[in-house]
């Protein structure tokens, strides 16, 4: 059987899709340079037989083309990436050459070894400062970073790849993402990730501004499946969709989630709005149901109970 190729595969969201496709019975293939990727995100999938894990760096010479020659994948999933907005704006020479001079490598190995399928990790900061709500995909994109224009930049070279050479691409246009082995290490971290921190230690968040700010935060679970359909649906057009839930939660109610499973933590402390911050995020989940039969399935308390009693989080 053909492997699914996944890069990134030891980071938050790439090593949650690979487990989703061993538990489908897919092998898969996962290549990682462990810059920001852990070897203890792939603890259950390094038992399965189907799963080899190549340690790699994709940009470094002709290492992604031997890879995908070798492995001769069904579908690769490319995830890897420069994931802080904020070290994209530090470095914006590293963002390119990670978010998107990569994926000119990953669209010309699958170019050159006939691959039919890739999977993209585009994100909703392609839309920049948008105020749309909810964001359709056919909204203007004001990426307002480098990270955001590195990967507008990504769906069109990999869109131009798939009408010039016949592969299908499917672009995900990620909202924000929350669960189980997300980073919390920076202050622009997630907020989810450094709540989960913060209420674990016992010790209660800093809320910017009032709460009522709102986001479509959606499980990594209902993302590792939308990779998961994106890569092995039969017969999908190459396009682009939001991977969102289509609805809008605001941090207060984020905040009573975790109060339920915290009663001893005090309130969250008050700070200042942060500057630049949106107000209001929400997509538009539709056309991902209509071209990929994907619709999100874990609400904000489900979802966020998963993610206090998970071990990893
Ligand atoms: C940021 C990124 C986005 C993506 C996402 C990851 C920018 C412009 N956008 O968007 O690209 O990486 O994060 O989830 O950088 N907040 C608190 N307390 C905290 C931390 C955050 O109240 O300790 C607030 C924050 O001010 C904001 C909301 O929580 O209003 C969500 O913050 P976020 O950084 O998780 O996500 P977002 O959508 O601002």
Redo the contacts with the bound molecule.
């Keep these: 059987m053909s492997p699914i190729l996944v890069t990134g595969a030891a980071g938050f969201i790439g090593s949650h899709t690979v487990d989703q496709l061993l538990a489908a019975g897919l092998a898969v293939s996962g290549v990682d340079n462990f810059r920001t990727g852990r070897r203890t995100n792939l603890e259950r999938a390094l038992a399965s037989p189907a799963f080899t894990l190549h340690e790699a760096d994709i940009t470094a010479g002709d290492t992604l083309d031997r890879l995908v020659a070798t492995t001769r994948p069904a579908a690769i999933i490319h995830l890897a990436a420069l994931v802080s ?1 904020q070290e994209s704006i530090a470095d914006p020479a590293l963002n390119y050459l990670l978010n998107l001079h990569a994926t000119h490598l990953v669209a010309e190995a699958a170019r050159t070894h006939g691959v039919p399928r890739l999977v993209f990790a585009s ?1 909703a ?1 392609i839309y920049g400062d948008n105020p749309a709500f909810p964001l359709h995909e056919a909204a203007e994109k004001n990426p ?2 480098p ?1 955001g224009a590195a990967k507008l930049a990504s769906e069109a070279l990999l869109l131009g790849h798939g009408r010039s050479f016949g592969l299908t691409v499917r672009c995900q246009r990620y909202f ?1 993402v929350f669960g189980a082995r997300q980073d919390p290490a920076s ?2 971290s ?2 989810i990730s ?1 709540f989960a921190r913060r209420y674990r230690e016992g010790l209660p ?5 009032d709460g009522g ?1 709102t ?1 479509d935060f959606i499980s990594v679970h209902d993302v590792a499946r939308a990779n998961l359909l994106a890569a092995t649906r039969p017969a999908i057009p190459s396009g682009a969709t939001n991977i969102c839930t289509g609805r809008a939660t605001s ?1 207060q109610e984020v905040v009573q989630v975790f109060q339920s499973h915290y009663p001893h933590v005090s309130p969250p402390r008050r700070a200042a709005p ?1 500057s ?2 949106i107000l209001h ?1 929400r997509g538009a989940p539709e056309k991902a149901t209509a071209e990929l039969g994907f619709a999100a399935a874990i609400g904000i308390e489900a979802g966020l109970g998963e993610l206090i009693l998970s071990r990893a989080a």
């Design positions: 907005v994100s900061a307002i970073s990270y924000n202050p622009y997630g907020v450094i968040p800093t809320l910017f501004g700010q986001r941090l942060r630049g911050d995020s």
